[in-house]
């Protein structure tokens, strides 16, 4: 009898498409509710823990530097985040969220995020499992 146990590439894909393929409506939502592109909104989060450095943010963001350069650029326009000089490295800025820019993100944390469709389908006792299981990979 062949072993029918997928591998975890396998699952994790399963688990992507679940995930990405859903999150279009939500990330328009967010764009809207914040009249910025959802790019705009994922710098921000990244800058949620903590000042970074731009080299940090673009490593965080998953961006190149010139991209992060001109998303970085609009949000200090905006008043979202400020850039100061790094007292550790001068020749380096630290980009940080401003009270605005937290006030931001939180509006855009709000923007309800419903479940795709297909997980309504499952009964209670597949969707407590499965609950269950996502809860282990959480840190």
């Given at each position: 009898?062949?072993?029918?146990t ?6 994790w894909r ?38 970074l ?16 350069t001109?998303?970085v ?9 400020t850039r ?46 499965l609950h ?8």
């Amino acid at each position: 009898m062949p072993d029918d146990t997928p591998t975890t590439d396998e699952v994790w894909r399963q688990l992507n498409h679940v995930v990405v393929d859903t999150r279009d409506a939500w990330k328009r939502a967010v764009a809207e509710r914040t009249g910025m592109p959802f790019s705009r909104f994922r710098v921000l989060r990244r800058l949620l823990p903590g000042a970074l450095s731009a080299k940090q943010l673009a490593v965080a963001a998953g961006m190149d530097a010139p991209a992060t350069t001109v998303v970085v650029n609009d949000l200090e326009e905006r008043g979202l985040v400020t850039r100061e000089i790094d007292p550790n490295n001068r020749r380096s800025k630290l980009i940080s969220l401003t009270r605005a820019g937290e006030e931001v993100l939180a509006e855009a944390l709000a923007t309800p995020y419903p479940a795709p469709a297909e997980l309504a389908t499952l009964d209670p006792s597949d969707l407590r499992t499965l609950h269950a299981l996502l809860r282990k990979l959480e840190h």
